[in-house]
């Protein structure tokens, strides 16, 4: 009698084709964006303390520097729409976090302000081949109500890094400024060991081979884009202008004008960041907000009030009332900017890449404008000027909202 072994890399393969012929491409985009998310939350906040514990920078310095891998991040998210098209969705995940820990190494034996700027620059760059695919690979082929609420389950999974990362990257400072950024490496590492891990077990994942269509080479389909799509990007500009003046500009506030310890810091961006999380539990799970201008335009008009009392009140008690409150509203722009740009559209990666472009320059009008003004001016001047920029864009999607029911009318 002949013993035969069934070896799960073997020609057959029938562990393989048993293991994961239930388990969705989810399985695997859920916890890798959670894990990203957390090493590029600690990675850049902790890059804030790095700056000034080792190379003594000054908070003009660090915006800018942020707001290098910001401007980075933007233009690779167009620049490598052509490369990024040609390869399967896992491999553009794997090639980054490749590039990832390798830029972020360079940050730490960099002995120059200089280096580590281009470095940070060369991050940005390598991440946009990450967010831009897996968005647009979860989303393929749902609309309505499944679209949002895998749009929920992945904004969640991804949420957890705002949680996690912040206080992890104040409590890693406080041993040593290089921690966060070490631990963002080994984490970048665990994930590329789950991408393959997951694209050898999991079927779903093994066989796919979802690429964009090139939009004029591709099959024709049908584009029933949102008009809402523009006044949600305009929103989303807004709401991340806050999130950059809170990631780049209030822990350096935070640490030497309020004298408050790093893992402090940390708590109260984590209260922030729970908050978000919570909104996206909320917003994945309602539909009120689909296809309304009206959520939209009270979002910004919220935040602006938030800044405005943060102008007058700086303080502690100020940013415990008002974190929380920032971080739902941030959820909702981001859930409407991500919900209207692919509700409808074929071309779905190419959405998500603006979607990322769009928050990106948020943040570097938050960071570099914020920290200039916080080094030339005063944190109330930041506060009011982010409050009249927010206005703007309250008063910008009520103008467009009006002409196109005009226009219908």
């Not at 946009?128 to 968005?135: D, E, G, R, Y």
């Not at 690979?137 to 890094?161: D, H, P, Q, T, Y």
């Not at 999991?202 to 080479?217: A, F, Q, Y």
């Not at 949600?232 to 309020?258: D, E, K, N, Q, W």
């Amino acid at each position: 009698m002949k013993l035969t072994v069934l070896w799960p890399f073997g020609a057959n393969r029938p562990i393989l084709r048993s293991f994961g012929a239930g388990i969705g491409k989810s399985a695997l985009i859920y916890p890798v964006s959670a894990l990203h998310s957390i090493a590029l939350g600690t990675a850049n906040l902790g890059l804030v303390y790095y700056l000034q514990d080792y190379f003594n920078a000054s908070p003009g310095e660090v915006g800018l520097i942020a707001a290098l891998f910001s401007t980075a991040y933007f233009v690779g998210c167009f620049v490598f729409r052509p490369f990024s098209r040609l390869l399967l969705p896992r491999f553009s995940l794997l090639l980054s976090v490749a590039l990832n820990a390798g830029f972020v190494m360079g940050i730490l034996l960099s002995r120059r302000v200089a280096y580590v700027a281009v470095f940070n620059a060369l991050f940005g760059f390598g991440v946009s081949l990450f967010w831009p695919p897996i968005m647009g690979w979860l989303s393929i082929g749902l609309e309505g109500k499944e679209l949002g609420r895998a749009l929920g389950r992945f904004n969640l999974s991804w949420s957890v890094g705002l949680i996690v990362s912040p206080y992890l990257a104040g409590l890693l400072t406080e041993r040593d400024a290089r921690l966060p950024l070490e631990f963002g490496i080994g984490l970048f590492a665990t994930i590329s060991l789950l991408v393959v891990t997951g694209s050898v077990l999991i079927r779903k994942v093994r066989n796919d081979r979802h690429r964009e269509p090139h939009p004029r080479l591709g099959p024709t389909v049908k584009d029933a884009s949102s008009i809402l799509r523009f006044p949600a990007c305009i929103g989303l500009v807004g709401a991340y202008i806050v999130m950059g003046i809170f990631s780049v500009v209030f822990p350096m506030h935070a640490r030497t004008r309020l004298g408050l310890a790093e893992s402090t810091i940390g708590l109260l961006l984590l209260l922030r960041a729970v908050a978000t999380t919570l909104g996206f539990m909320v917003v994945g799970r309602i539909e009120i907000w689909h296809h309304r201008s009206a959520p939209m335009i009270g979002v910004q008009v919220l935040l602006a009030g938030g800044c405005l009392v943060l102008g007058f009140f700086d303080g502690v008690a100020a940013y415990l009332i008002l974190f929380p409150a920032v971080g739902a509203l941030i959820a909702l722009a981001y859930s409407q900017s991500v919900f209207h740009g692919v509700s409808g559209s074929p071309q779905r990666a190419k959405r998500m890449a603006i979607h990322e472009a769009l928050l990106v320059a948020g943040v570097v009008f938050g960071s570099s404008g914020g920290g200039f003004l916080y080094q030339t001016a005063s944190v109330g001047t930041m506060y009011f000027v982010a409050a009249a920029l927010l206005g703007a864009a309250a008063l910008s999607q009520t103008i467009f909202v009006a002409i196109v029911h005009r226009r219908k009318g």
